[in-house]
C-alpha cells in the first residue's frame, strides 16, 4: 500500500520501479508470513496479552542460555523498527492524500501548503491529533484499536480492487479479462473480510468506523460544494468590481503614543491620504496628557489631532468613531495603526491589547482596510518611497478589488505578484489578467514548492535595500462568517505573521464580503 501510494518518489521510470518493488515485497512478506504461521503451529505459540505470538516462536527458536540467546534480543528489536516504520508510513502517506483531496476540493485548502521541511506539515499534525486522541479515548488497547484498522484497511482494498475491475473493462487492453477477474476475486476477498469484522466485532469499537466513513464522505462534498459556490461568486462578480474604476478613501492615523513607529506611520498616510487624513487618539490610563501639543508640533498643525473621550474602552470609542465614517464597496476608509516592538515576539504582539483588540474589531468590516505598520526598535528613520505589492493566489473579485484599492493609493511603483507552482498555473492566470484589465503590471514569480513565503520575502526585500525605501503589501482577504472561517484565509493569516517583524514593511488588509 505504502508503495502504491508513494509512485512519485521513485526513480524513473516510476512506475517500473515500483511494479518491481512490489512485486519483491510481496514475495518476501509472503514468505515470512507462511513460515512464521508454520512455525507458530508447529510450537504452539498461543497469543497472550502479555507475550507476542512472535516473542514466543523467537524465544523458542533461540532459548535463553544457547550460544544464539542474543538472537532472540535482535529479534524483537527488528520488529520494533518495523512497527515504527509502519507508524511512519502513514505520516508519509495520509499527508500526501489529504493534500490531493484539498487540490481538488474535498478538504480544506490548507492541506495543501509546504512546511519548512518540504513535508505536508498540516496533515502531520492532523494525523497526530487525530491518533493521540484515539490512543486516549481507547486507552492504547490495541484489542480494541485493531478493529479501527482492519476495517479501514479492507475497505479501501476492496474499493481500489473494484475500481480496477471497472478500470479494466473500460480501458481493455491485452490480457484485461484474466486482471479483471484477478482484482475481482481480490475485492470479493477483502470485501468477506470486512464483512466478517464489522459483523463479529461491530459492539467493541467497529460500529465508529461504519459511523465515521459516511460522515467523512458527506463532508468532504459538502466542502467541494462550498468551494465550488465560493469561486462561482468570485468570478462572477468580478467584472462589477472592475466596472467601478472610481475609489474613494478616508485615511485615519490611530495615534496611541508618539514613537518612532508613529512617525513612520503618519509619513506613511500622509503619502497615500493627500487632504483626506485624521488623526484620532483615545486617551488611556497611563497615556501622556501632553500629546496633542507634542503632535501638533510634529506636524505643523495639519493633520490636527482629535482627542476622543473613551470613560469605559477607549478602543469602543474609537471603533465606533471608525463605523461612524461612510464606507461601502467602493468607498473605504483606511486605519493606519503604529506598533513599536522591542523585539520580534508574537506574545508582545498579543500584548499590545489596545492595537490588537482594535485590529481583530476591524478585521471583518467591509471597507475598512486595517493597514499595520510595525516598527522593530526605536530608531527615528523616515522612509521616502514606497512601492507596493499586491499578492494574488487569482483573478476574482476579491484580488481585483485589492487591486483597485492598491491603485487608489496613488504609490507610482504598483504591481500584482502571482506565485506559480507550474507552468499550467502561470499560464490561466495570464490568460484571466488578459480578460479583466487593470492597468498594473503583473509579475510572475516561480514557487515551484507550494510555499509562497520565501519568494514573497525575497520580493520584498528587493526592494528594502534600498535605505530609502519600505515596502507597501495590499492583502485580499475574505470576509466570511461562521465555521466557513475555516475554509478560508489560512494563508493571509500565514503571511501575516510572517511579514509582522519583517523591517521597514506595511501591510495593509483589503476585505471583500460576499454578502
Not at 499534525?125 to 486516549?136: C, E, H, Q, R, Y
Not at 501632553?290 to 470613560?311: A, C, K, M, N, S
Request: net charge positive.
Amino acid at each position: 500500500e505504502s508503495i502504491s501510494n508513494g509512485v512519485t518518489a521513485f526513480r524513473r521510470p516510476q512506475a517500473r520501479n515500483a511494479s518491481r518493488t512490489l512485486y519483491v515485497m510481496a514475495v518476501i512478506a509472503i514468505t515470512l508470513f507462511v513460515t512464521t504461521s508454520w512455525l507458530a503451529v508447529k510450537m504452539d505459540a498461543r497469543p497472550s496479552e502479555s507475550v507476542s505470538v512472535l516473542s514466543q516462536i523467537a524465544r523458542g527458536s533461540f532459548p535463553a542460555g544457547s550460544p544464539g540467546s542474543i538472537t532472540y534480543y535482535l529479534v524483537q528489536a527488528f520488529t520494533l523498527a518495523i512497527l515504527v516504520l509502519a507508524a511512519n508510513t502513514s505520516y508519509q502517506g495520509f499527508p500526501r492524500l489529504a493534500a490531493l483531496l484539498a487540490r481538488d476540493g474535498f478538504l480544506p485548502r490548507q492541506f495543501v501548503n509546504l512546511g519548512d521541511r518540504l513535508a505536508y506539515s498540516n496533515g502531520i499534525l492532523v494525523l497526530a491529533g487525530v491518533a493521540t486522541g484515539l490512543i486516549i479515548a481507547f486507552r492504547a488497547n490495541v484489542n480494541s484499536l485493531i478493529h479501527l484498522y482492519v476495517i479501514g484497511v479492507f475497505t479501501a482494498f476492496t474499493l481500489a480492487q473494484a475500481g480496477m475491475v471497472r478500470h479494466w473493462f473500460r480501458v481493455r487492453t491485452s490480457g484485461w479479462r484474466w486482471r479483471a477477474l484477478l482484482n475481482a476475486v481480490g475485492s470479493a476477498t477483502t470485501f468477506v473480510v470486512t464483512a466478517v469484522v464489522i459483523a463479529t466485532k461491530f459492539l467493541d469499537g467497529a460500529w465508529m468506523v461504519i459511523v465515521a466513513m459516511p460522515v467523512l464522505i458527506l463532508s468532504f462534498y459538502g466542502i467541494r460544494r462550498h468551494y465550488r459556490a465560493v469561486a462561482r461568486r468570485l468570478r462572477a462578480k468580478a467584472r462589477a468590481v472592475l466596472a467601478e474604476r472610481t475609489v474613494e478613501n478616508n485615511v485615519v492615523l490611530y495615534v496611541e503614543r508618539l514613537d518612532p513607529a508613529t512617525r513612520e506611520a503618519l509619513w506613511y498616510a500622509r503619502t497615500i491620504a493627500g487632504t483626506s487624513l485624521r488623526a484620532i487618539h483615545v486617551p488611556f490610563p497611563g497615556s501622556d496628557p501632553g500629546i496633542g501639543p507634542r503632535f501638533f508640533h510634529w506636524t505643523d498643525g495639519e493633520p490636527r489631532l482629535e482627542v476622543l473621550q473613551g470613560d469605559d474602552d477607549p478602543v469602543e470609542a474609537l471603533l465606533e468613531e471608525i463605523w461612524a465614517i461612510p464606507h461601502a464597496e467602493s468607498r473605504y476608509v483606511t486605519v493606519v495603526i503604529p506598533e513599536l516592538f522591542r523585539k520580534p515576539s508574537l506574545i508582545d504582539a498579543v500584548r499590545h491589547r489596545s492595537t490588537f483588540s482594535l485590529k481583530l474589531g476591524l478585521l471583518r468590516e467591509p471597507g475598512v482596510v486595517v493597514t499595520d505598520v510595525p516598527k522593530l526598535g526605536g530608531d527615528d528613520w523616515i522612509p521616502s518611497r514606497a512601492e507596493c505589492v499586491i499578492p494574488i493566489s487569482g483573478v476574482n473579485a476579491a484580488s481585483l478589488r485589492a487591486l483597485l484599492y492598491a491603485r487608489s493609493l496613488g504609490i507610482r511603483e504598483t504591481s500584482a505578484v502571482f506565485f506559480a507552482d507550474g507552468d499550467e498555473a502561470a499560464a490561466k492566470l495570464e490568460d484571466d489578467w488578459r480578460r479583466f484589465p487593470t492597468g498594473l503590471p503583473l509579475e510572475i514569480v516561480d514557487a515551484p514548492y507550494r510555499d509562497v513565503g520565501p519568494p514573497l520575502l525575497g520580493r520584498l526585500r528587493q526592494i528594502t535595500d534600498d535605505p530609502d525605501s519600505v515596502a507597501v503589501v495590499v492583502m485580499p482577504e475574505l470576509v466570511v462568517r461562521g465555521t466557513d472561517r475555516l475554509l478560508h484565509n489560512q494563508r493571509a493569516l500565514y503571511l501575516k505573521r510572517l511579514l509582522l517583524f519583517e523591517p521597514r514593511v506595511v501591510l495593509a488588509s483589503v476585505p471583500y464580503s460576499l454578502g
